[in-house]
């Protein structure tokens, strides 16, 4: 398919545990994004690539939250010792270029559901 | 930064009724508002996006309208279906940086066949 994918759909761990969680952009899309969703709310911005690196990361809660696209295609957002607080869908979008006019796609998310 | 407030969190309709969301924003240079349609499991999906060069768009059964002076923007499906039920978010954003949209927190439109 050519729409972002993203994978695991789900994944259940236990509190403490290290996740990573992959995005696959749709080709030649160099503006990447992923964002948190809690149950009943709206996506919330983490963290944007354009090309390999993070343009703009202030939407990461703190330092056990982090992301990479070494190639700047695949990317994948990492967290470590996982709380029960970190349980929610993670959407990756991704753009042509970043731009306004150039709209988001999304994957469907990975639902991290931490015990 | 940018506050964006929409209302109904809930809407139920009769199937061929008009559903209109509408949402308020709180930063005058936001510029962009996209529409974005979320079906259970999946992402949001883009249905409509409209600039603040312009103060409607319309696309088949759906439209979108902009007040730029009051700062809201809403979102129209007119004759729908009961395959228009789904959560719409509606976001804004800024030219230029990194676009980053600030969504709001969603309605759940029911139709009812």
Known sequence: GAGV???????????????????????????????????????????????????DDSGLPNDRFFAVRPEGSVSTLKIQRTERGDSA??????????????????????????? | GENVEQHPSTLSVQEGDSAVIKCTYSDSASNYFPWYKQEL???????????????????????????????HFSLHITET??????????????SGGSYIPTFGRGTSLIVHP
């Open chain 1, 5 to 55: 994918s993203q994978t695991p759909s789900n994944k259940v761990t236990e509190k403490g545990k290290y996740v990573e969680l992959r995005c696959d952009p749709i080709s030649g899309h160099t503006a990447l994004y992923w964002y948190r969703q809690s149950l009943g709310q709206g996506p919330e911005f983490l963290i944007y690539f354009q090309g390999t690196g993070a343009a």
């Open chain 1, 89 to 115: 869908v993670y959407l990756c979008a991704s753009s042509k270029q970043g731009k306004s006019n150039q709209p988001q796609h999304f994957g469907d998310g990975t639902r991290l559901s931490i015990l």
């Open chain 2, 41 to 71: 499991g999946k992402g949001p999906q883009l249905i409509i996006d409209i600039r603040s060069n312009v103060g409607e768009k319309k696309d088949q059964r759906i439209a979108v309208t902009l007040n730029k002076t009051a700062k």
């Open chain 2, 81 to 94: 279906q009961p395959e228009d039920s789904a959560v719409y978010f509606c976001a804004a954003s800024q």
